[in-house]
Nanobody, 119 residues
Framework: QVRLVESGGGSVQAGGSLRLSCAAS????????MGWYRQAPGKQRELVGA???????NYADSMKGRFTISRDNARSPVYLQMNSLKPEDTAVYYC?????????????WGQGTQVTVST
């Protein structure tokens, strides 16, 4: 089993920055990808970005240039650095992890952390 715990959410003024962290515990050695989704009230959950076990990253187009996903090493928490925040970035941010075992894919989700950006 894999457990994901997010931290670092809070309130910030527009133009400010926040860094979210996602710590994975349990049987984590088979995880291929970790990353972030977000969901604003009344909207569908959307991809923010992801990082592979090899360190490659990808982002939704709307996040490029402002958000950065990183990790110090394969065993460290995954970070989401958010800069130049806008009110429309207000959402619950969810960490996720994906693994493949015996040819089958498994997904795991954190509980979410609230990010609120005020004008």
């Amino acid at each position: 089993q894999v457990r994901l715990v997010e931290s670092g959410g809070g309130s910030v003024q527009a133009g400010g920055s926040l860094r979210l962290s996602c710590a994975a515990s349990g049987f984590i050695f088979s995880i291929n990808t970790m990353g972030w989704y977000r969901q604003a009230p009344g909207k569908q959950r959307e991809l923010v970005g992801a990082i592979t076990s090899g360190g490659s990253t990808n982002y939704a187009d709307s996040m490029k240039g402002r958000f950065t996903i990183s990790r110090d090493n394969a065993r460290s928490p995954v970070y989401l650095q958010m800069n130049s925040l806008k009110p429309e970035d207000t959402a619950v941010y969810y960490c996720y992890a994906a693994e493949t075992r015996r040819g089958l894919k498994y997904d795991y989700w954190g509980q979410g952390t609230q990010v609120t950006v005020s004008t």
